[in-house]
């Protein structure tokens, strides 16, 4: 059973910035297209990054040009690097395997964007 382990997520003021890690394990990581999403209170989970084996990656609009997935295949990890962060970034964020049924989940990390 894939195993995800999501850390990094913390409160942080408008404007600052965030690493989020993704530990994977019990799979062959460096062939899955890996994807980070994020619910906030009282909406559904959305995609907001993905990024393939080969490395191109995919991000929802109202993320262009702040955040950045990427991947390290020798430590199973995938990354969300989050810049000029927005109060309206505030949520749970997941990461996953695309394309895998069923989609596994991991525990998700709560990043907070307040003054």
């Known amino acids: 059973q894939v195993r995800l382990v999501e850390s990094g997520g913390g409160l942080v003021q408008p404007g600052g910035s965030l690493r989020l890690s993704c530990a994977a394990s019990?799979?062959?990581?460096?062939?899955?297209?890996m994807g980070w999403y994020r619910q906030a209170p009282g909406k559904e989970r959305e995609l907001v990054a993905h990024?393939?084996?080969?490395?191109?990656?995919t991000y929802v609009d109202s993320i262009k040009g702040r955040f950045t997935i990427s991947r390290d295949n020798a430590k199973n990890t995938v990354y969300l690097q989050m810049t000029n962060l927005k109060p309206e970034d505030t949520a749970v964020y997941y990461c996953t395997v695309l394309f895998l049924k069923p989609q596994p989940w991991g525990q998700g990390t709560q990043v907070t964007v307040s003054s």
């Open positions: 019990r799979l062959i990581f460096s062939i899955c297209t």
């Open positions: 990024i393939s084996s080969g490395g191109s990656t």
